[in-house]
């Protein structure tokens, strides 16, 4: 069976520190957003230690760099503000963002404290991968308050590269036969992950841009870098296989939505919707070992107004039928048929871990027993077989129709 190619997100966040600082601020009542106005993060301006951490767009366009004294930015903006670093701060915002990730995919990667990579191979629903950097973009933006650059790519190495393109609040690809006209142009100093002591030894030999070493020898950078030179080369074509390592946090709450090929009208037809997102969710949620207490329903309708539906479940639960059956009944209650739906999507809330919970042997009955052996078995097929080429049979039509949606675009 063919591997499935992976499909991978790099999530930057744009001036993290100055943007975190600035909404902290704005948040106790600050009138000014030093987003901006010319601003910086610094150390201690009485050292000579002090320098430039991060910087406002105003900042950057008087010539301030970061890493600089601030001596040196002073010198070139006498009216520079200057703030001190708050790492509590920073840690708030990066755990916002690390858990309206945790919504997509449980396969995360903090790979710094305003970074992470995302693995989204078996979460995507068969939909786009870059229709799901958009979605995360804007929610971040409306629900955090700041900005963040995506990377799209099929490897953590060109996800990485591409989201270093353009700033800020941007989202890039990186799709392999972009490498020839977006990576190979860049100088060589560009490449992820190169050391600042190699860079002069690849100019020595005339190697001045990452498409100069990628059409080197492959043999000739091993013998005089040695296992680095293996990975020079490979990274400068665009192959990296390492994985994205993500570690056991537990998500506060996980949902998927879809944006549709056509407009819905119909409750049956958004019912089959939601079944299939709700199997997605599920599978997530009992593979994180956790039961939830509340489902939510959102609906767009084509004139992108949103509206949204929570209850709170029987029981706390993983259980794919309970949680479907109460998700009917809250599209039973928001929805009246006729109005056009464009995007759906289904979240799970306060989840808790399933040790936790002492369900009596009055709620656990037959019925819910068979249930969930029945979902342990789809999970346990999905894990050796792929997500994809297992569904329930209700599904089917849902599955192509993603599908072609996918093919469309």
């Not at 999530?11 to 902290?24: E, I």
Request: charged residues 30%.
């Amino acid at each position: 069976m063919k591997k499935e190619q992976r499909q991978i997100l790099h999530v930057d966040v744009n001036n993290a520190f100055l943007s975190w600082t600035a909404l902290s601020m704005l948040k106790q009542g600050s009138k000014i957003d030093i987003r901006e106005i010319p601003a910086i993060i610094g150390g201690d301006e009485s050292k000579r230690s002090g320098i430039v951490l991060a910087k406002s767009m105003k900042a950057k366009e008087c010539g301030i760099k970061t890493a600089e004294t601030i001596y040196q930015a002073k010198a070139k903006c006498p009216n520079l503000s200057i703030y001190p670093s708050n790492f509590e701060v920073y840690r708030t915002y990066s755990n916002k963002l690390y858990q309206l990730l945790c919504e997509y995919t449980d396969q995360i990667e903090r790979f710094s404290i305003d970074e992470c990579f995302l693995d989204m191979t078996h979460f995507l629903m068969k939909g786009n991968l870059l229709e799901k950097a958009k979605e995360i973009s804007r929610r971040v933006k409306e629900e955090l308050g700041f900005t963040v650059n995506i990377g799209v790519a099929h490897n953590k190495l060109l996800a990485k590269m591409a989201s270093d393109f353009t700033k800020p609040d941007k989202i890039h690809t990186l799709w392999e036969k972009e490498i020839p006209t977006r990576m190979w142009p860049l100088p060589i100093s560009e490449l992820f992950m190169l050391g600042k002591k190699t860079v002069p030894k690849l100019y020595h030999k005339q190697i001045k841009t990452i498409g100069d070493l990628a059409h080197t020898q492959e043999e000739k950078l091993i013998k005089q870098f040695g296992k680095q030179g293996k990975m020079l080369w490979e990274y400068a074509n665009g192959i990296d296989h390492s994985e994205v390592k993500s570690k056991p946090e537990k998500p506060k709450g996980i949902g998927n939505s879809i944006t549709l090929p056509q407009n819905l009208v119909e409750t049956e037809k958004i019912e089959e919707i939601v079944s299939a997102l709700i199997e997605q969710v599920t599978y997530r949620l009992r593979r994180q070992n956790m039961l939830a207490e509340v489902v939510n329903i959102q609906l767009r309708t084509k004139d992108f107004v949103d509206t949204s539906h929570q209850g709170k479940l029987p029981i706390a639960t993983a259980n794919t039928k309970i949680i479907l059956e109460k998700a009917k009944e809250l599209i039973q209650e928001m929805y009246h048929e006729g109005i056009p739906i464009r995007l759906i999507g289904v979240r799970v809330d306060h989840l808790k871990e399933k040790e936790e919970e002492q369900i009596s042997l009055f709620q656990q009955t037959k019925q819910n027993t068979k249930q969930e052996k029945l979902d342990k078995t789809i999970d346990q097929l999905k894990e050796k077989y792929g997500y994809h080429l297992i569904t329930r049979a209700g599904n089917l039509e849902v599955e192509n129709m993603i599908q072609f949606r996918k093919e469309k675009e």
